[in-house]
């Protein structure tokens, strides 16, 4: 393939997938969904089958955002270690959050099973491994925290991690529960199953005015046509940011590279996440097809076009990084992408409802557990319509 583009890997590998018109009529709706994402995607999911008229909406062509630049690495750990974020929201606040995103795991992995997804999902183990010397000593405090709360972790030392993976690091945490999975791919099969049974999607259909009443929002789009929905649901990830009062997002622009297809990966690298303790973090997998992608070299984001310059940069130091940490194996680089995301000061997501916007939801999954939130969100969002409890809104709400 050999390409170096903006364009990311899953977008080009997958093709057009399935298409949907854009709105071309008024419509009514029990819910409106606003983001054609694997957010959006779930989130219609978990609407139609809790039995609501879903409609959703995307000014893009269907997963052609964020989606489609993920690395979909699914992890429960938070960009913040869990002994920091104990520190930080509180331990209560702070276990919580890492058990729900380890528990979003396994409930996409039903969802996968439900629509009988083709998006590759896989259970893997996740490595997180020091970067330099110093960082040892913090490793190992986190190590004993997650041990100490439950979860499912080895510590492994220099000599194993050399043994069993060509990786060079003073130390590491396996954790047990990891998978990854073709986000590009799920949402359109989310999609596709889901308007068997009901769900009306649209795309290249943007909202450009809207108002918020008290028993329902109306929704002027681009296309001349108008949508009414006694609830709406925001899916609009870091673009949020450009309407809400407040400021609850950092924007990052993050790069990715992938390589030609390999045949000799090997059960170990095959079977693993890997991202180590630097700022920002180095991150890596291998691919079901046997190639190795990897990802990182952040930089805050200023515009689209800056950031893409910096891809040929990006795409030398990534693989200067691999080199030092695997020098044992290759990597031909085939295709390099870059994208852009939000991180929030807790990694916390903002799941729940605003004040300022009456009858609305937002999934906002920032950082990097966003398909993790985002699974999250299906069932917090459907518990926050019903005037269900759901501690997790606490610990995600705005304001906090």
């Given at each position: 393939m050999n390409v170096r583009s903006n364009e990311p890997f899953w977008l080009v590998q997958n093709g057009l997938l399935h298409t949907y018109p854009s709105l071309q009529q008024d419509i009514h709706c029990d819910i409106l969904i606003i983001g054609g994402g694997v957010t959006g995607a779930l989130m219609a999911h978990a609407c139609v089958k809790a039995g609501y008229q879903t409609v959703l909406i995307d000014k893009r062509e269907i997963a052609n955002g964020s989606t489609s630049a993920t690395t979909s690495m699914l992890q429960y750990e938070l960009d913040t270690p869990l002994h920091e974020l104990i520190d930080q929201i509180g331990e209560e606040a702070a276990v919580a959050s890492y058990k729900s995103c380890r528990d979003a795991i396994y409930e996409l992995q039903q969802v996968?099973?439900?629509?009988?997804?083709?998006?590759?999902?896989?259970?893997?183990?996740?490595?997180?491994?020091?970067?330099?010397?110093?960082?040892?000593?913090?490793?190992?405090?986190?190590?004993?925290?997650?041990?100490?709360?439950?979860?499912?972790?080895?510590?492994?030392?220099?000599?194993?991690?050399?043994?069993?993976?060509?990786?060079?690091?003073?130390?590491?945490?396996?954790?047990?529960?990891?998978?990854?999975?073709?986000?590009?791919?799920?949402?359109?099969?989310?999609?596709?199953?889901?308007?068997?049974?009901?769900?009306?999607?649209?795309?290249?259909?943007?909202?450009?005015?809207?108002?918020?009443?008290?028993?329902?929002?109306?929704?002027?789009?681009?296309?001349?046509?108008?949508?009414?929905?006694?609830?709406?649901?925001?899916?609009?990830?870091?673009?949020?940011?450009?309407?809400?009062?407040?400021?609850?997002?950092?924007?990052?622009?993050?790069?990715?590279?992938?390589?030609?297809?390999?045949?000799?990966?090997?059960?170990?690298?095959?079977?693993?996440?890997?991202?180590?303790?630097?700022?920002?973090?180095?991150?890596?997998?291998?691919?079901?097809?046997?190639r190795i992608l990897i990802g990182g070299e952040d930089e805050n984001f200023k515009n689209a076009v800056k950031r893409d310059l910096l891809l040929d940069r990006k795409e030398r130091k990534l693989k200067e990084t691999f080199q030092q940490v695997m020098p044992d194996r290759c990597f031909d680089t085939d295709f390099v992408w870059a994208g852009t995301f939000g991180e929030t000061k807790d990694s916390l997501p903002y799941i729940g409802e605003h004040p300022k916007f009456p009858n609305s939801y937002f999934v906002l999954g920032f950082g990097g557990n966003g398909i993790a939130f985002s699974a999250i969100g299906m069932k917090l969002i459907v518990d926050l319509i019903k005037n269900q409890p759901n501690v997790l809104s606490h610990y995600f709400r705005f304001g906090r």
């Open positions: 996968v099973k439900e629509i009988k997804s083709t998006s590759g999902f896989e259970l893997k183990k996740s490595l997180y491994f020091c970067a330099n010397s110093k960082d040892l000593k913090d490793l190992q405090k986190e190590y004993e925290t997650r041990k100490f709360y439950g979860f499912e972790v080895d510590w492994l030392g220099e000599e194993d991690l050399k043994a069993t993976y060509g990786l060079v690091s003073k130390g590491a945490i396996l954790s047990k529960d990891g998978a990854s999975i073709d986000a590009f791919k799920l949402t359109h099969d989310l999609l596709h199953y889901n308007t068997n049974k009901g769900l009306k999607v649209f795309d290249k259909t943007e909202s450009i005015k809207t108002s918020y009443q008290k028993d329902k929002v109306f929704l002027k789009t681009q296309t001349g046509y108008a949508i009414t929905a006694s609830k709406v649901i925001y899916c609009t990830g870091y673009e949020t940011q450009h309407f809400l009062p407040e400021k609850i997002v950092k924007l990052k622009s993050t790069y990715a590279s992938i390589s030609e297809v390999q045949n000799n990966i090997g059960d170990a690298l095959k079977h693993t996440l890997f991202w180590n303790t630097n700022k920002p973090y180095l991150y890596l997998r291998a691919t079901d097809e046997g």
